[in-house]
């Protein structure tokens, strides 16, 4: 059985394409490029379900044409519309950080060069030129700038992202 904990959003089913089961699958990570990428896993009535792929072609930047094993009429793709994509973990040691859709990283800790807990990001905002990462603390909320300039490492197992922040950005903050 595949667990939450196993998978990471990749992407979303958009709509059917035509009357033989395709869909038209927007991305924010091209992991199923990868020769080994054999499936998606989509939430079906709160249970996990893996849909192997039998070819795709790409469509755009961010969008490709997918036919799933057992998807075979317009119907059938129809009952997959608005559903959210996942893909094994395994596959993030293949994908960039930049590649992933920046939701995934809700819910991690920030944790920051002196191995401090900071806060855990319970929204990202995506609004501005700068990604900022929007952190609970014991006390408040921050805004940490979601750069590779502060980024150390993110330990995706743990759901840890390791930061080196400049001085005084936390203390900017404090009310």
Known sequence: MITENEIFPIGKILK????????????????????????????????????????????SAETAFVKLDGIDSENDAKFLTAKVVFAPKKFLEKVKTENI????????????????????IYDIDQTTANVLMIVQTANDEILIPFSENYIIDIDHNTKKIFVDLPQGLIELQEK
């Open 16 to 59: 059917p394409h035509g009357v033989r089961g395709e869909i038209l699958f927007s991305y924010s990570s091209d992991v199923f490029e990868n020769e080994y990428f054999k499936y998606f896993i989509l939430e079906i009535d709160g249970i996990l379900v893996p849909f192997f792929i039998n070819e795709y072609r790409i469509n």
């Open 101 to 120: 859709g920046l939701d995934y990283f809700i819910d991690f800790q920030i944790i920051d060069k002196k191995n401090d807990f900071l806060g855990k």
